[in-house]
């Protein structure tokens, strides 16, 4: 599957950000849906991920109650609402697939990414 990140830009400390991710192929409702991000000079860090049906998800506690993410297998998108964001959310953000039917969180689960898009917070 390919995948292609939009949605990021900059934006002040407590604004509202929806990053997109459009994924080419007929079996995208077959996989589990993740986005990770990437701070300059920091480990790549996964921030949520989505089951096939959309009713299960999983968040990094530093996002929790802030980001939410969904899926729309009609369109073959899955989406990150990113709501109340801080400084320390500033980083390149990558969404990726895996065929598996769930993960821990891990980046080498997900054999797919996308190309990642630029979310800048400023104070």
């Known amino acids: 599957v390919q995948l292609q990140a939009s949605g990021g830009g900059l934006v002040q400390a407590g604004g509202s950000l929806r990053l997109s991710c459009a994924a080419s192929?007929?079996?995208?409702?077959?996989?589990?849906m993740g986005w990770f991000r990437q701070a300059p000079g920091k480990e790549r860090e996964f921030v949520a991920q989505?089951?096939?049906?959309?009713?299960?998800?999983k968040y990094a506690d530093s996002v929790k109650g802030r980001f939410t993410i969904s899926r729309d297998n009609a369109k073959n998108t899955v989406y990150l609402q990113m709501n109340s964001l801080k400084p320390e959310d500033t980083a390149v953000y990558y969404c990726a697939a895996s065929g598996s039917r769930w993960s821990s969180g891990t980046a080498s689960d997900f054999g797919s990414w996308g190309q990642g898009t630029q979310v800048t917070v400023s104070s």
């Open positions: 989505i089951a096939w049906s959309g009713g299960v998800t």
């Open positions: 192929g007929r079996t995208f409702n077959r996989y589990l």
